[in-house]
Structure formats: structure tokens, C-alpha cells
């Protein structure tokens, strides 16, 4: 079973740039796909941003196209969210998820969950 532990959330301000680390840890790592999800107050989550651990073939949501980037390192076993020209509306709590899925990483069916971090984003 994969375990993951998020960090890197904080306070910013608009136009300020952020990147959030998800540390994994499992034997088939090889074999999940990752990804970003945030959750703002009141609304649902959110799919932001997923890769694929065997090829690095990523996708982002179109809301944060341009803006933010996935990446991974596989030799420390973490997936990284960059988070450039942050605006107010980025405000959430953002989660690291795995699943085996390709397909499944990119709604909230994901197997694995972070514990999440707090990114706040001041205007």
C-alpha cells in the first residue's frame, strides 16, 4: 500500500509563486499514477494535475493550465506540484492522491490519500 505525505502549503500573496511536495512511500510505486487535487471551503474537490510514475506523462486541469506544473523525482520517491502567479480563487487545501488507474486518478475515486495542505492565497 502507498502512503503519502504532503507539505509546502502556506500563506502567499496574489502573483506569488508556491511548490508543494507529496513524499510517497511503497514498494510498487512504479506502478500508480498521482496526482493534485484541492478542495476550497464550501465546494467539492477538485482534480489540479496528475503524472504517471513509469513515464512521467502528465495532464493538468485547465484552470491551472499555464500556471501550474506536476513533476516527480523518482530518486526521493516525491511528486511536486509548481504553483506560479497564485491567485485568491487558488485558495484550498490541496491533496496528493495514487491509484493504479489512469482513468480513476483524475476523479476523486483514488485510492491513496494525503492528509492535505492549506494553501492560502491573500489579494
Known amino acids: 500500500q502507498v502512503q503519502l505525505v504532503e507539505s509546502g502549503g502556506g500563506l502567499v500573496q496574489a502573483g506569488d509563486s508556491l511548490r508543494l511536495s507529496c513524499a510517497a512511500s511503497?514498494?510498487?510505486?512504479?506502478?500508480?499514477?498521482m496526482g493534485w487535487f484541492r478542495q476550497a471551503p464550501g465546494k467539492g474537490r477538485e482534480f489540479v494535475a496528475a503524472?504517471?510514475?513509469?513515464?512521467?506523462?502528465?495532464a493538468h486541469a485547465d484552470s491551472v493550465k499555464g500556471r501550474f506544473t506536476i513533476s516527480k523525482d523518482n530518486a526521493k520517491s516525491t511528486v511536486y506540484l509548481q504553483m506560479n502567479d497564485l491567485r485568491p480563487e487558488d485558495t484550498a487545501v490541496y491533496y496528493c492522491?495514487?491509484?493504479?488507474?489512469?482513468?480513476?486518478?483524475?476523479?476523486?475515486?483514488?485510492?491513496?490519500w494525503g492528509q492535505g495542505t492549506q494553501v492560502t492565497v491573500s489579494s
Open positions: 492522491a495514487a491509484d493504479l488507474s489512469r482513468l480513476v486518478i483524475v476523479t476523486t475515486r483514488a485510492a491513496v
Open positions: 511503497g514498494r510498487t510505486l512504479s506502478r500508480y499514477h
Open positions: 503524472i504517471r510514475w513509469s513515464d512521467g506523462n502528465t
